[in-house]
């Protein structure tokens, strides 16, 4: 074990680093694999490839995966700040680049190829937005001669128009949710939100009325009987064929049925093979690192980390708890990876780079008490003449 | 950006300071909005894992699950018999083996019960599904009478069997496109097995009423004896002409039933795969095409029927018919003029345009319709063809079906017409059913005088006697028939010499029972022939078909005179 008198980088991450999380967010990474190997194999073998393809590249990608969540927790804020600004300046312009070269897939372009491998900027911009907009948010609050909310609702424009384009109104929706968590999270008046608030429910209705598959979901949702639900239908009788203890592994039959069945309904497909148990011990897991990663960022003193932490645990939190919801029928069906478990080489390298965000923001740091003039921080070690 | 947060704390205690007051304000609100958000997400993540409990005590409705289980065994099927109630497509029971775990007091005993007589099932899987709590499980499917019945004996407890059922043909090919076939689940997907779902069965397996029980078999029209005779004439034919196909229609003339139906290349109804290759569909209710010279007996009739041509009548056939920048000419033309008769024995294109213009082709329209030629036929078959129409029926298209061009019929449909013609002028839509004669004579429609019938009779006994359809003659059974050679389209044109031979004939033609149509796709010249035409193959094909069939069928031969047509009110046979 290393020595807590060590002062090499290794043991000060390792000290430092909150392992509860860390553990749950492993955990999470192997289910996905796991839960990958029961989801994945029908939707290969439709697409014509290797039953395990999406299993093989899964496990291929966690390496990396996994390192860059490790290399990113060991940053200080401050390189954080500059990576989460190098990453979004270059995701800006291939963002812009998929509405030029992306390709075509579903009726959206999402997707732009780099260097041979295809990734889904939007995905990456997600949590760099958020990193940015919780540091000129808190240097907004500090300092009164910045607008930090203005440069905020600006570069949130910027990246909402382009998803609108896309279009990805998923993404553009957990966007804005997550924008206003930030603004509440920093403290927004309770007088702004509720005007916010009633904008936001006008924002819906307008959906409803203008766009006429929003409405058809969300009628389908509140009154199953007037349209074809039968993705639903078949999640449901899903979790209901699993039972409390899954039917056993490459038993189920709903995935060959389910067209997402290892990105969007990966959940309800897990719940046929591996059952109920196994789902409520996996949405245990996600509320313990959410809950976990909200605790820790209440006690972060410093407001940027408190507010970048927070952000981008809420939105894991919402990613996760939307795409179940849906599994389960709770909410209209709305296309949402599970974070860490659906199969996608750009949703696991995002989510990564989110979580190895909150890991280094919520490592302990010195803290100043209530008396702000007592600090505590690490002593060095007498250094050996 | 350049912000230094970690290593100035002293500087920003002093900014604290400073604002002392807003500092406090910035650290609670952002605190307690964390705490909000911790609240929310402590209660949607409660309620997924309640809506997940839920579904989980929704589980366990093991009615549903038995019975899911056991629909998914092969449902039972009627036989289909022949109308001597000779078999053709039965059910092969076969039994599946399942245990009812809970149900088993000692799951050694009947572990070790089970693989005395399987020994493969001697696996951890099986016993681990044994030990289970499970209420059903599959154990092995399709195990032998004996091993059913050794496992029977042993008096296991929580071990059952059940029946799954399997459809087997046991004349293979002979009546394919009869019968039809089955899919794995024993559902009819062709032919009559398709019928009879539709017609009853698919209702009565839902309700589950098909599991064990023996059903009524469903009888059909056909005569397998007639039937495997028609085919293996037909398939000798086909080797020895060389043809494309071949296809044959027996028909019984007074009451429509289907005796024989063949087309070749056929498929074993026991090798699903094969019923789904293009080239061994049924032509003869699915294919469509242009019948060629035995559409003039029906235009003939059609003519003489409406009174404004009779038998006597000349036409002029001296010249070939020019008609929209083409021309219409006789295949060894007479150059003269031609009586009705000599129209149709000498099977002259300009005679027969001659005698449709003198009736009309308003009249044409609506005889061809009252025969059933212009609309799609119904049967019990699944999948009959549509007719196909001229795009306009003008001048020109009206000539050319007078001889059987330009409107393609499926040959169960002509053999319909020609059964009509020779009848006593009844229509009756064809059925693979039995049907009596009294049930025949209420659905019948009358489409013709029994006067045109009887000259109808007269003109094709004569056309085997001295016109195409010689080789036709049986001794002793009277046969007559108008013989059709109908050029192909080949790449949109009409080829030389490439053909569709069919010969449409019925016997005994005094008062004729049975109608036999022979259609031969492409045969070519066989040594010491000098045309592929009708006469040479589709002609001979007939006669070696009702050699054999007439007897079976129980047609009394006469060899009083054979070459006359004897009225049918001097016969006296019954």
Redesign the interface.
């Known amino acids: 074990m290393v020595s807590r008198t060590d002062r090499s980088a290794f043991a000060e991450w390792l000290w430092t680093i909150d392992r509860y999380m860390l553990i749950g967010i492993f955990t999470l990474m192997v289910s996905g694999l796991v839960l990958s190997l029961a989801a994945s194999p029908p939707v290969a073998e439709r697409l014509g490839l290797e039953s395990f393809y999406f299993v093989k590249k899964q496990a291929l990608f966690l390496i990396p995966s996994a390192a860059v969540m490790l290399g990113v927790s060991a940053l ?3 390189y954080i ?2 990576v989460a ?1 190098v990453v979004f300046c270059v995701m800006l312009v291939l963002l812009l680049g998929t509405l030029f070269f992306g390709s075509d897939i579903k009726g959206a372009r999402r997707w732009v190829s780099l260097f041979g491998i295809s990734i889904q900027p939007s995905e990456f911009i997600k949590p760099v937005l958020v990193v940015i907009i919780a ?1 000129l948010l808190s ?1 907004g ?2 300092a009164q001669d910045i607008p930090g909310q203005l440069i905020s609702i600006l570069l949130f424009g910027i990246v909402a128009a382009m998803l609108v384009a896309q279009p990805d109104f998923g993404q553009t929706m957990l966007l804005t949710i997550v924008l206003f ?1 930030l603004f ?4 927004l008046s309770w007088l702004a939100i509720v005007p916010l608030g009633l904008m936001g429910i006008l924002g819906v209705a307008a959906g409803f009325t203008y766009l006429p598959h929003v409405r058809g979901r969300i009628m389908r949702f509140l009154d199953p009987s007037s349209g074809d639900t039968y993705q639903i239908d078949k999640a ?1 009788d899903s ?6 203890l899954g039917r056993g592994v490459g038993e189920g039959t709903v995935k060959r049925i389910l067209p997402d069945s290892h990105t969007d309904f990966i959940f309800a497909v897990a ?1 046929e093979e591996y059952g ?2 196994v ?2 011990v996996l ?2 897991v ?2 313990f690192v ?2 976990r990663g ?2 820790m ?2 006690q972060d ?7 970048a932490s ?1 952000g981008l645990i ?1 939105m894991f ?1 919402l990613q996760s ?1 939307i795409n ?2 849906v599994n ?1 029928n ?1 909410m209209p069906a709305k296309g949402m990876t599970l974070p860490l478990i659906s199969s996608g080489v750009s949703s696991l390298m995002a989510i990564s780079l989110t979580m190895g965000f909150v890991l280094a923001l919520t490592r302990k ?2 803290q ?1 008490r209530k008396n ?2 007592i ?1 505590v ?1 690490r002593a060095a070690p007498v250094q050996p003449a | 950006m350049a912000r230094k947060a970690d290593s100035s704390f002293l500087r920003r205690s002093n900014v604290n300071q400073k604002h002392g007051t807003s500092a406090i304000r910035l650290r609670g609100p952002g605190r307690s909005r964390i705490f909000f958000a911790m609240t929310i997400f402590v209660f949607v993540y409660g309620a997924i894992a309640g809506r997940l409990i839920l579904l989980g005590l929704q589980d366990g409705d093991p009615a549903e699950r038995f019975l899911a289980a056991q629909s998914s065994v092969a449902q039972a099927r009627p036989d289909i018999v022949d109308r001597n109630g000779e078999i053709l497509a039965t059910d092969i029971k076969s039994a599946a083996l399942y245990a009812e775990p809970r149900k088993i007091p000692d799951t050694d005993e009947v572990f070790d019960g089970l693989i005395s007589v399987l020994p493969e099932l001697d696996t951890p899987s099986i016993k681990k599904r044994l030990e289970s709590n499970a209420l059903f499980t599959w154990l092995k499917r399709e195990i032998s009478v004996e091993q059913r019945q050794a496992i029977h004996a042993l008096g296991l407890p929580g071990v059952g069997f059940r029946e799954s059922n399997k459809r087997f043909y046991p004349g293979g090919q002979t009546v394919s496109h009869i019968l039809g076939t089955v899919n794995v689940d024993n559902q009819g997907l062709s032919g009559m097995e398709k019928y009879v779902d539709q017609a009853w069965l698919k209702d009565l397996q839902d309700l589950g009423f098909t599991q064990d029980r023996t059903m009524e078999p469903v009888k059909l029209s056909v005569d397998l004896r007639v039937q495997h005779a028609v085919r293996d004439e037909l398939r000798r034919s086909m080797e020895y002409y060389k043809a494309k196909a071949a296809m044959g229609v027996v028909l019984k003339a007074d009451t429509g039933e289907v005796i024989a139906m063949t087309s070749l290349p056929d498929f074993d109804p026991n090798n699903r795969q094969q019923a789904l290759e293009k080239a061994r569909m049924n032509r003869v209710t699915g294919g469509v095409f242009e019948m060629g010279s035995i559409f003039k007996g029906i235009t003939i009739a059609m003519a003489l029927d409406s009174g404004k041509v009779k038998l006597e009548d000349g036409f002029d056939a001296t010249k070939p018919i020019r008609v929209a920048g083409q021309k219409i000419d006789d295949f060894h033309g007479k150059r003269r003029v031609l009586s009705v008769p000599e129209v149709f024995i000498y099977s002259s294109n300009i005679g027969t345009i001659k005698v449709m213009q003198k009736a009309g082709i308003e009249e044409q329209k609506a005889f061809l319709k009252k025969v059933g030629l212009t609309q799609k036929m119904t049967t019990e078959i699944p999948g009959v063809a549509r007719p196909l129409l001229p795009p306009k029926w003008n001048d020109l298209a009206a000539m050319t079906i007078s001889f059987g061009h330009g409107l393609g019929v499926t040959p169960l449909q002509m053999a319909v017409a020609g059964a009509t013609l020779v009848n006593g002028g009844k229509y009756l839509e064809p059925t693979f059913l039995p049907r009596s004669e009294e049930d025949a004579d209420k659905l019948a429609q009358q489409v013709l005088k029994p006067e045109t019938s009887e000259i109808l009779r007269y003109l094709n006994r004569e056309n085997v006697l001295r016109g195409s359809g010689r080789r036709a003659a049986v001794p002793g059974y009277d046969v007559g028939g108008k013989t059709g050679t109908a050029q192909k389209v080949v790449n949109g044109r009409y080829a030389e010499g490439v053909y569709l031979n069919s010969f449409m004939s019925a016997f005994p033609m005094s008062n004729p029972e049975y109608l036999v149509l022979i259609v031969l796709d492409e045969p070519q010249k066989v040594e010491g022939q000098r045309y592929s035409t009708a006469g040479w193959n589709a002609v001979p094909t007939t006669a070696s078909v009702i050699r054999r069939i007439a007897p079976m069928l129980g047609v009394v031969p006469d060899f009083a005179d054979d070459a006359e047509t004897i009225p049918v009110s001097y016969q006296n046979r019954n």
């Open positions: 200080s804020p401050r700040r500059r600004l540091f240097e609050r500090k968590a509440f999270l920093n403290g449901i979790f209901i064929a699993g039972g409390w719940a109920i148990i789902c409520v949405v245990t996600f509320a959410v809950l909200l605790y960022a209440t003193q410093d407001p940027f980390g408190r507010l927070s809420v939190g708890t179940m919801a389960l709770l740091r010195p100043p702000p003039i600090t921080t």
